[in-house]
């Protein structure tokens, strides 16, 4: 059953801490995105990967890092330096080779709190 | 900045009428597609439609269709036979520019009366 997966679902963090929010896809994309959500916003772009040991800051990388170790998996790390985290985060995958013409399939994103 | 402006926040019909959704978009690609997403309450986005900027025929996928201003940049979403389901926030999507992630606009709430 092809898809994206990202774990966990709510996640709990304490200022000053690290945390580190998976993403794996089974359909073989070699594009992989992360996007954060706020409140009555669209979705803003974190960081992206076209390819496996390679990746792109989006409009919003500040506070945030990847890696691309896998071409099935595409961490993506809220660090302490990130000073307002508390969002919806989600991950998406495409074919590649985008440059506008790739289509964007979703995860159903992880719900981050910081207490 | 590549923008994408949805000027309806919100949005309420009847079950079974007809609603469109509006949504203006800038973007400096010459091929490109542009998207509506639909998210539920779950929050999982999922894709409603695709329309390729290329091809002049609007795009359609059962009940819903497109109706696509290339000059423009004009992409509105046609819900025909609206349903309860339908109730979501949807939002309209191009190319981001340089990043080849997506540029959202900011939704529109739909919400279906029963």
């Known amino acids: 059953d092809g898809g994206i997966t990202q774990s966990p679902k709510y996640l709990f963090r304490k200022e000053g801490q690290n945390v580190t929010l998976s993403c794996e896809q089974n359909l073989n994309h070699d594009a992989m995105y992360w996007y954060r959500q706020d409140p009555g916003q669209g979705l803003r772009l974190i960081y992206y990967?076209?390819?496996?040991?390679?990746?792109q800051k989006g409009d919003i990388a500040e506070g945030y890092s990847v890696s691309r170790e896998k071409k099935e998996s595409f961490p993506l790390t809220v660090t302490s330096a990130q000073k307002n985290p508390t969002a919806f985060y989600l991950c998406?995958?495409?074919?590649?080779?985008?440059?506008?013409?790739?289509?964007?399939?979703f995860g159903p994103g992880t719900r981050l709190t910081v207490l | 900045a590549q923008t994408v402006t949805q000027s309806q926040p919100e949005m309420s019909v009847q079950e079974a009428e007809t609603v469109t959704l509006s949504c203006t978009y800038d973007t400096s690609e010459n091929n490109y597609y542009l998207f509506w997403y639909k998210q539920p309450p779950s929050r999982q986005m999922i894709l409603v439609i695709r329309?390729?900027?290329?091809?002049?025929q609007n795009a359609t996928e059962n009940r819903f269709s497109v109706n696509f201003q290339k000059a423009a940049k004009s992409f509105s979403l046609k819900i025909s036979d609206s349903q309860l389901g339908d109730t979501a926030m949807y939002f309209c999507a191009s190319p981001g520019g340089g990043a080849d992630g997506l540029t959202f606009g900011k939704g529109t709430h739909l919400i279906i009366q029963p």
């Open positions: 990967s076209q390819i496996v040991n390679d990746f």
């Open positions: 329309q390729e900027a290329y091809k002049q």
């Open positions: 998406a995958s495409s074919i590649g080779g985008g440059f506008g013409t790739d289509t964007q399939y």
